[in-house]
């Protein structure tokens, strides 16, 4: 999975035009990626057309949509959205059981950001949400933590924006590699 930023107040900020480029220069035979289009606070009308025009296959919700905005994009196409949900205490996971669909993001509650702060929650929170939903684990990992958290939640996938950036918005080849390695090492190990 590749996301690719359409929240305009992001420093990962891309505009249609640039994330179709970026699909179509990634596009190498035998190579699989599912294209994920983040966003925020957009009408379903808005998100239906932004998914269209880019050619992403799924949009991962990461502002305030309420729970009627994804199960009206689930009448549309079940498996083509999710809901990231901000963490900072229990009373965050219990809101998870609103939102609908098998998969759910969960990242730290940090403020004034919708995702992608670098900030860490209690991963041991989200342990329960891995049980029963195909959870993508998010806040604050790094090539250093990565392989504990995995490890401690045993979520269906990781996602990482700043835990592999060596400047805001800049992605560094030599953490992304590592990474991936420690994701791979404990996925076969």
Known sequence: MLGLNFVPSSKR??????????????EVEGLQVEWVGVVADMSVTDLVALRRASGVHCLQLHGHEPPEVLTRLFELDPAAHYQALRIGDQSDIASAAVFPGERLLVDAKADGALGGSGHRFDWTLAKPLAQTRALLLAGGLTPMNVAQAALQVRPWAVDVASGVESAPGVKDPAKMATFVQEVHRISVG
Do not use: D, N, Q, W
């Open 13 to 26: 900020y891309v505009t249609v035009t640039a994330a179709r480029a970026v699909m179509e220069a990634l």
